[in-house]
Nanobody
Framework: VQLQASGGGLVQTGGSLRLSCAAS????????MGWFRQAPGKEREFVAA????????HYADSVEGRFTISRDNAKNTVYLRMNSLSPEDTAVYYCAAGLSIGALLGPNPGDYWGQGTLVTVSS
């Protein structure tokens, strides 16, 4: 599975963005999908994950209620809708595919990774 993230950009505090992660190759619907982010000078952190069928989601406390992860298996795409953005959300956002949400939360979270898309939130 090859992943291509897009949708990042510059947005003001309080604004919204929607990230997309398009998958190519076979087996997208077999994988749980996750979003991670890495801010400058910080370690990568988990943001959100969704099960292979889309019925289960999990969020980091820092984004719960503001971000929504979804997927369209017919389009081989996973999305991250981000609302009420703040400068603390500034980071490179990566999508990843894993065998389960549990795997995405583990120490080696992703079997496959996208290249990242930069989100910058101005104050």
């Amino acid at each position: 599975v090859q992943l291509q993230a897009s949708g990042g950009g510059l947005v003001q505090t309080g604004g919204s963005l929607r990230l997309s992660c398009a998958a190519s190759g076979r087996g997208f619907s077999d994988y749980a999908m996750g979003w991670f982010r890495q801010a400058p000078g910080k370690e990568r952190e988990f943001v959100a994950a969704i099960s292979w069928g889309g019925g289960t989601t999990h969020y980091a406390d820092s984004v719960e209620g503001r971000f929504t992860i979804s997927r369209d298996n017919a389009k081989n795409t996973v999305y991250l809708r981000m609302n009420s953005l703040s400068p603390e959300d500034t980071a490179v956002y990566y999508c990843a595919a894993g065998l389960s949400i549990g795997a995405l939360l583990g120490p080696n979270p992703g079997d496959y990774w996208g290249q990242g898309t930069l989100v910058t939130v101005s104050s």
